[in-house]
């Protein structure tokens, strides 16, 4: 099943409108703009919709959007608009999330290494805390006990790893045998003492729990919240009282990059999450998510302007600005990572011709900058655009400073109903005095 998203939102024609409008505006610029990122902010609210709609019958839903996906503030303060919370792993996301405007209420702090000062902030505001490990519950005993009876308003919680597994990508599954997060809920003695630590700790009242994101299949992701929410019910059941009140799920929802299909959807997801878990629909707990990737993925794409071509061996290659510093998980491990790859001529329109195997290049200094090797496109040529689509999400949001290549400007576009294509600044074009202001020059 796929989401009931208008399929305009993913087409080509809806992209291209966008590209020849980023052309015209001089967003995209052989000389002086070689190279930017697009997010369609309507398409992300129609995932948003999805995502809320999809949870209806969850009860008391808290959807998050997880930072690191694309922490560009103006991207947040958008989401915010739509509805969601944030969740945040790392003081930089914590500041971009509050600079976003989020409530603290609704901003939940993850990470496996947070700090102390990290924590006092988050109690002191009233931020939720996922604790990841037994060394790190000691401290908010410590940061609890030095606040006496001011308390906080925090929803704390314990982040569970139910060790159900990995998917096809292993540095994407984190409820492995051995995965660095979380409490494992299935070594010797380890529920036991999670137990006695939610019966010692009255102010315990979440668990969390993620079991992956891109490769991991819906039934395992779902067989992992099945398994917290057991260890919810247990906890409850042999305390005696409703301890655990909500269950924070995660995210992790994979994404399809291999055509403009929203597949899985959340529909899917809330599914198999209906069979494998179904007390988490009956209103006993409240619900937060955690989905980034899904959300934005799908909604932009990144563009680049064709410098030279060459052929080596007999094969064509375009040597364009679009590398490992916008397509990072995609240079370094392209089997994981592929990306589709649309051909424009220089007005943005769709560029023809017979297909041919093809290299597209990055213009790093390794050998191995490429996003895409030996794909069948039209022919490319100088002056030509190339469009890395499904983007949105990492990528052009969060760059790589390989060989000091400069950050490329992220634009949101809005279409009116006359076609009409509206943008605004997501992130500014970052100049050599930026580079060089950050670098010490």
């Known amino acids: 099943m796929t989401d ?41 609210a129609a995932a948003v919709d999805s995502l809320h709609r999809a949870f209806e019958d969850a009860g008391d839903v808290l959807h998050t959007f997880a930072a690191k996906a694309n922490s560009l503030v103006p991207v947040l303060r958008h989401l915010r608009g739509l509805g969601t919370g ?24 993850d990470s496996p290494a947070k700090t102390r000062a990290e924590l006092r902030q988050a109690l002191e505001l009233g931020v939720a805390i996922n604790i990841d490990n037994w060394q790190e519950l000691a401290r908010v005993d410590e940061i609890l006990a030095e ?57 315990l009242t979440w668990l969390h729990c993620h079991v992956g994101s891109q490769g991991c299949p819906l039934d395992l992701m779902a067989e992992g919240v099945a398994a ?18 909500g269950l924070d799920i995660g995210g992790g929802l994979p994404v399809n990059f ?10 899917d997801y809330v599914e198999r999450l209906k069979a494998h878990a179904p007390d988490l629909f009956t209103g006993e707990f409240r619900v937060v998510t955690e ?3 899904s959300l934005l993925a799908k909604s932009g794409f990144t563009a680049a302007y064709v410098e ?36 424009h001529d220089a007005t943005g329109g769709e560029k023809h011709g017979e297909p041919v195997v093809q290299d597209v290049a990055g213009p790093a200094c390794f050998a191995g900058d490429l996003v895409a090797k030996a794909r069948p496109l039209p022919l490319l040529e100088p002056g030509d655009i190339v469009a890395l689509l499904d983007t949105g999400a990492y990528y052009t949001s969060t760059p790589f400073g390989y060989n000091s290549l400069l950050e490329p400007g992220v634009y949101g576009a809005t279409v009116a109903a006359d076609g009409a294509v509206r943008f605004t600044v997501l992130r500014r074009p970052q100049t050599v005095e930026d580079l060089l202001a950050r670098t010490g020059g």
């Open 228 to 245: 917290a929410v057991g260890f919810a019910r247990k906890t409850n059941g042999e305390l005696g009282r409703r301890q655990v009140v």
């Open 4 to 44: 009931p998203q208008p399929t305009d939102f993913h087409s080509p024609e809806r992209r291209e409108l966008v590209l020849r409008a980023a052309v015209r505006d001089g967003l995209l610029d052989p000389e002086n703009a070689l190279l930017a990122g697009f997010v369609d902010l309507d398409a992300v």
């Open 291 to 293: 989905f980034g990737r």
């Open 308 to 343: 030279y071509t060459k052929a080596s061996g007999g094969r064509p290659i375009a040597l364009t600005f679009a590398g490992v510093q916008v397509a990072t998980r995609t240079v370094f491990a392209p089997e994981s990572w592929p990306l589709r790859i649309s051909a």
């Open 147 to 203: 606040r006496g009876a001011r308390g906080t308003r925090s929803r704390i919680g314990i982040r569970v790893n139910p060790q159900v597994g990995g998917g096809s990508i292993g540095a994407m599954s984190t409820a492995t045998a051995h995965s660095k997060f979380g409490i494992s809920l299935a070594d010797e003695g380890s529920a036991e003492r999670l137990l006695a630590a939610f019966r010692d700790r009255p102010w």
């Open 86 to 109: 944030c969740e945040v792993a790392s003081p930089g996301e914590f500041a971009q999330a509050l600079a976003a405007g989020f409530a603290p209420e609704r901003i939940v702090y």
């Open 258 to 267: 291999g055509s403009d299909v929203v597949s899985p959807g959340y529909g």
